[in-house]
């Protein structure tokens, strides 16, 4: 296998847009596909249990019920920030499965597939969000004790004997929580790069987020804005190619001398599906910070329409338009979140060879030292070579005796024939 050959410093990070492509972006775009088809179903569950009617819930959003749920029925608000919690699990499951892809491939093991990575991030789904978790946990345990002290420091002598006497204690206590609340952070970012890239379960991941912020602390920052970058550039690249494609492919079939009504008629059937389909909706694109422009980009589906029914197959054509095209906008924010759980991947491993002079790439892992174990089964199998049982070995001796009297007797016999 040939493995890659990083620079070891910013550098590498540049890699992250070309990472982010084929078969990381497909797990990001598996990722969003479970996200939304269980937000889906979730809102519109919220909705009906809120007194809302199906039909109702459908004429408004159809299968795009991107709504402001926090504002609605408590239902549809306490299941629309689960369905919520659980697209943010997809994702961050498969930011895991993407750091184990991208550390097979700079170990030169192209043939890594996403299935592969989705079952090794869902084996360690558990240290990959108790990582961060516990060192939330760890910051919540301090934030109640400091309650707790500071309820009973309301009482006279006990301020003395609390407040006081133990304030060299909760000083820098407080500055340790500081500390844990930007470590969280860290981890929040590398935990599945930890878990994926260094096999370590849920300690070595809340250890690891605490060193990379103590030992790294410069790098972390400047890599990571770097990569924030990258990420910008790469989404909005992706962006206007399909905006503009999508515009050709008006361009071309809207003419009337080709498509022409029937055109607009799959247009219309794609709107019934998803209404207002376009970026500002799936991809999350500000209008407010790129004006008029990019918003007449965004609605490209939304203009030039006319008014017009086609047939079944019509309908048919829309149907199987709107969900490819959906799909295809899905891949902008898919791709985003690709490059950037490559490029966590990325540093993660060039911070771990500063920090522990630790050379990931070189490191064999779990499935390399299997291999290598079997391998040497396999050998030492074939060195073995058979061995007789004593009693055969007797057995074959006494032949071969009782061969060679044989054969001395039969000689004896031609010499007397001879003498005669």
């Known amino acids: 296998m040939l493995k890659t050959a990083l620079h070891w410093n910013f550098k590498d990070v540049f890699r992250a847009?070309?990472?982010?492509?084929g078969?990381?972006?497909?797990?990001?775009l598996e990722a969003n596909l479970i996200g939304y088809l269980l937000y889906l179903i979730l809102i519109y569950l919220g909705?009906?249990?809120?007194?809302?009617?199906?039909?109702?819930?459908?004429?408004?959003?159809?299968?795009?019920?991107?709504?402001?749920f926090w504002n609605?029925?408590?239902?549809?608000?306490?299941?629309?920030?689960l369905a919520s919690l659980i697209w943010f699990i997809a994702i961050y499951t498969g930011s895991g499965a993407i750091a184990k892809i991208t550390i097979k491939e700079f170990k030169g093991d192209l043939f890594y597939?996403?299935?592969?990575?989705?079952?090794?991030?869902?084996?360690?789904?558990?240290?990959?969000?108790?990582?961060?978790?516990?060192?939330?946990?760890?910051?919540?345990?301090?934030?109640?004790?400091?309650?707790?002290?500071?309820?009973?420091?309301?009482?006279?002598?006990?301020?003395?004997?609390?407040?006081?006497?133990?304030?060299?204690?909760?000083?820098?206590?407080?500055?340790?929580?500081?500390?844990?609340?930007?470590?969280?952070?860290?981890?929040?970012?590398?935990?599945?790069?930890?878990?994926?890239?260094?096999e370590e379960d849920t300690m070595g991941s809340m250890f690891g987020s605490f060193t990379l912020l103590w030992n790294q602390p410069w790098r972390l920052t400047l890599y990571?804005?770097?990569?924030?970058?990258?990420?910008?550039?790469?989404?909005?690249?992706?962006?206007?190619?399909?905006?503009?494609?999508?515009?050709?492919?008006?361009?071309?079939?809207?003419?009337?001398w080709l498509m022409g009504e029937s055109f607009y008629a799959v247009k219309a059937?794609?709107?019934?599906?998803?209404?207002?389909?376009?970026?500002?909706?799936?991809?999350?694109?500000?209008?407010?910070?790129?004006?008029?422009?990019m918003v007449s980009l965004q609605q490209m589906f939304a203009g030039n329409m006319q008014a017009t029914t086609g047939g079944a197959t019509t309908t048919i054509t829309g149907v199987i338009v709107g969900i490819i095209s959906f799909m295809a906008m899905l891949l902008v924010p898919s791709y985003g979140l690709s490059i950037f759980a490559s490029g966590m991947a990325t540093i993660f491993i060039i911070l771990t060879k500063f920090k522990d002079d630790d050379d990931l790439i070189e490191r064999k892992d779990e499935e390399?030292?299997?291999?290598?174990?079997?391998?040497?089964?396999?050998?030492?199998?074939?060195?073995?070579?058979?061995?007789?049982?004593?009693?055969?070995?007797?057995?074959?001796?006494?032949?071969?005796?009782?061969?060679?009297?044989?054969?001395g007797s039969s000689e004896a016999d031609e010499e007397k024939k001879i003498d005669d």
């Not at 847009?17 to 492509?21: A, E, T």
């Not at 007194?51 to 299968?63: D, E, I, T």
């Not at 919540?140 to 006497?165: C, E, N, R, S, T």
């Not at 190619?241 to 492919?249: A, D, H, P, Y």
């Open 113 to 198: 597939s996403s299935n592969d990575g989705w079952k090794y991030a869902l084996k360690k789904a558990f240290p990959i969000f108790m990582g961060p978790v516990s060192i939330l946990l760890v910051i919540a345990f301090f934030v109640v004790l400091a309650g707790v002290f500071g309820w009973l420091a309301q009482w006279p002598v006990l301020d003395i004997l609390i407040y006081g006497l133990l304030f060299v204690l909760f000083l820098p206590t407080a500055v340790f929580l500081v500390y844990s609340l930007l470590s969280f952070a860290v981890g929040l970012l590398f935990s599945p790069s930890i878990v994926s890239c260094a």
């Open 368 to 407: 390399e030292r299997k291999e290598e174990e079997e391998k040497e089964e396999e050998n030492e199998s074939e060195d073995e070579e058979p061995s007789l049982p004593d009693d055969l070995d007797e057995n074959e001796s006494d032949a071969d005796s009782d061969d060679k009297t044989i054969e």
């Open 17 to 21: 847009p070309r990472l982010g492509l």
């Open 269 to 293: 059937t794609v709107l019934g599906l998803f209404p207002n389909l376009g970026f500002n909706q799936i991809a999350f694109y500000p209008d407010c910070v790129y004006g008029e422009w």
């Open 47 to 68: 909705q009906m249990m809120d007194g809302q009617g199906f039909s109702y819930v459908w004429s408004n959003y159809a299968l795009l019920p991107f709504m402001p």
């Open 224 to 256: 990571t804005l770097l990569l924030a970058v990258l990420t910008f550039i790469g989404y909005h690249i992706l962006l206007i190619f399909l905006v503009l494609g999508f515009q050709f492919l008006e361009f071309v079939f809207g003419q009337s």
């Open 23 to 28: 078969k990381r972006m497909l797990v990001m």
């Open 72 to 81: 609605m029925g408590p239902s549809t608000m306490i299941l629309g920030w």
